[in-house]
C-alpha cells in the first residue's frame, strides 16, 4: 500500500480566515513534504520533515506554517493568506529525506482557493 | 546543480499510436530517475523509475531506460489510450537533494 491521503479535498477560504491541511500515512515512511503546484507547473517544495523535524524550509512565507505531530502525520497551518496563494497543495512521503534511491508517494492534493 | 528537460507539450495523439516523451538530465553522481502521471483533478502517481545506468523501469505498458550515455531517460508506450490522457513529469533525485523535476508535458489521446 503506497497511499497517501489528504484532507480537505476542496478548500475555499478568505484572507482573514485561519484553516489547515491535513496529510496522512501508515507507510511507515520518515519523511514527509509539502509542495505547491500552480496550474500548467510542476510542483514546488516547500517545507521537508525528517523524523518529525523540520529539515528543508524553502524559504515559505510565516503565513504558511507546517507542523508534524507525529510520524503519520502532517499538517499545513494556513492564515492572512493571499490570493495568489491559491493553488493545489501536495503532500508526499519517503522512507527517508536523504539517497538518491529514496521514492517519493504523493496524496490527491487540496485543491485551495483564496478569496 | 541537478536539473531536468522534458519536451513540452501538448502531445496530441490517436488512440493505439506510439509515445515518447523525451527527458534528458544534468546532475552529479548517480542519480535516481522517475516518471510520475498526473490525471486531470488529481495528484501525481509514480509511473516507473529507474535507480541505476541501463535499469528499465516498467509500468502499465509504459517504459523508460536509464541512459547514463546520453543522459537520457525517454518515456515510450507502444500503444496509447484515451485514459492515458494525462499530464507527465520526469523528475530526479541525486544524493541528498530534493526532488527535481521537469516542466511536464501534456498528453492528450484522442479515440
Known amino acids: 500500500d503506497t497511499e497517501v491521503t489528504q484532507t480537505p479535498k476542496h478548500l475555499v477560504m478568505g484572507m482573514t480566515n485561519k484553516k489547515s491541511l491535513k496529510c496522512e500515512q501508515h507507510m511507515g515512511h520518515r519523511a514527509m513534504y509539502w509542495y505547491k503546484q500552480k496550474a500548467k507547473k510542476p510542483p514546488e517544495l516547500m517545507f521537508v520533515y525528517s523524523y518529525e523535524k523540520l529539515s528543508i524550509n524553502e524559504s515559505v512565507p510565516s503565513r504558511f506554517s507546517p507542523e508534524c505531530p507525529n510520524s503519520s502525520l502532517l499538517n499545513l497551518h494556513l492564515h492572512a493568506l493571499q490570493p495568489e496563494d491559491s493553488a493545489l497543495y501536495l503532500c508526499?512521503?519517503?522512507?527517508?529525506?536523504?539517497?538518491?534511491?529514496?521514492?517519493?508517494?504523493f496524496g490527491p492534493g487540496t485543491r485551495l482557493t483564496v478569496l | 546543480g541537478n536539473s531536468v528537460t522534458q519536451m513540452e507539450g501538448p502531445v496530441t495523439l490517436s488512440e493505439e499510436a506510439f509515445l515518447t516523451i523525451n527527458c534528458t538530465y544534468t546532475a552529479t553522481g548517480y542519480p535516481s530517475l522517475f516518471w510520475y502521471v498526473q490525471y486531470p483533478g488529481e495528484g501525481l502517481q509514480l509511473l516507473l523509475k529507474?535507480?541505476?545506468?541501463?535499469d528499465k523501469g516498467s509500468n502499465k505498458g509504459f517504459e523508460a531506460t536509464y541512459r547514463k550515455e546520453t543522459t537520457s531517460f525517454h518515456l515510450e508506450k507502444g500503444s496509447v489510450q484515451v485514459s492515458d490522457s494525462a499530464v507527465y513529469f520526469c523528475?530526479?533525485?541525486?544524493?541528498?537533494?530534493?526532488?527535481?523535476f521537469g516542466k511536464g508535458t501534456r498528453l492528450s489521446v484522442i479515440a
Open positions: 529507474a535507480t541505476k545506468a541501463d
Open positions: 523528475a530526479l533525485r541525486g544524493g541528498n537533494t530534493p526532488l527535481v
Open positions: 508526499a512521503s519517503s522512507k527517508l529525506a536523504g539517497g538518491n534511491t529514496d521514492t517519493q508517494y
